[in-house]
């Protein structure tokens, strides 16, 4: 499987797992949350737009995302696949992601939904931290940050995103419950669904998503 997408809720790990499957086979993670985020920093007018839904914990309007998806997906590194992290979050935005596929010849080959219970979500989100340098992330109780990162430019500032803020994460949950989790029905119905359990450690998910990405023959 070379062409693929993490679909799961925000803490699910779907970072993390992408992050490792993109260095592992050379296929590039399209993150949209990422690449807003990015926008934003930089106010660009893509990121002046995504702004006040994505410090509120709501999902940027549909139109803004499909626009950036269809000319990431057009650009010359995705040929040999991608992993699309964030992406799609609406039916919408799957029926979108369809129509585009079929216009540039290219398959979906698996959905893989990292499943946690919404119990653990929480904590997971509002511990999380990120070097804003390496993008390393960290969770200040489940996997503390070591004193001696590898990069000597490391800041070694652990920084929150705005929206793993305790009064913004209930909206994202909430989110993903009414818009997203119904891509779940959508992706079943085309046979393409394949589900972790993402309440175990990163590194026992990434072996079973591998297992995932290449069956045995
Ligand atoms: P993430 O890093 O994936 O949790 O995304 C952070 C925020 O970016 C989300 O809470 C949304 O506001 C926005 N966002 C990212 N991807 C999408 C998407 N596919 N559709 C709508 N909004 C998105």
Not at 125 to 154: M, Q, W, Y
Request: net charge negative; with cysteine; aromatic share 4%.
């Amino acid at each position: 499987m070379r062409r693929l997408i993490l679909l799961g809720a925000p803490g699910a790990g779907k970072g993390t797992q992408a992050q490792l499957l993109e260095k592992l086979y050379l296929i590039p993670q399209i993150s949209t949350g990422d690449i807003l985020r990015t926008a934003k920093q930089a106010c660009t007018p893509l990121g002046l737009a995504a702004k006040p839904y994505m410090d509120k914990g709501l999902l940027v309007p549909d139109e803004l995302i499909i626009g950036l998806i269809r000319e990431r997906l057009q650009q010359e590194d995705m040929h040999q696949g991608w992993i699309l992290d964030g992406f799609p979050r609406t039916t919408v935005q799957a029926e979108a992601l369809d129509s585009l596929l079929n216009e540039i010849q290219q398959d979906l080959e698996g959905v893989i939904l990292i499943d946690v219970p919404e119990a653990v979500l929480f904590d997971r989100l509002v511990g999380r931290r990120t070097c804003p340098l390496c993008k390393k992330v960290v969770h200040i109780a489940f996997n503390p940050p070591s004193p001696d990162c590898a990069n000597p430019e490391c800041p070694k500032q652990w920084l929150q995103r705005e929206d793993d803020k305790p009064e913004v994460v209930p909206t994202r949950l909430q989110r993903y419950r009414a818009e997203t989790e119904p891509l779940i029905g959508y992706y079943q119905a085309q046979g393409k669904l394949h589900t972790l359990n993402g309440d175990q450690s990163p590194d026992t998910v990434q072996k079973q998503l591998i297992a995932l990405m290449d069956p045995p023959v």
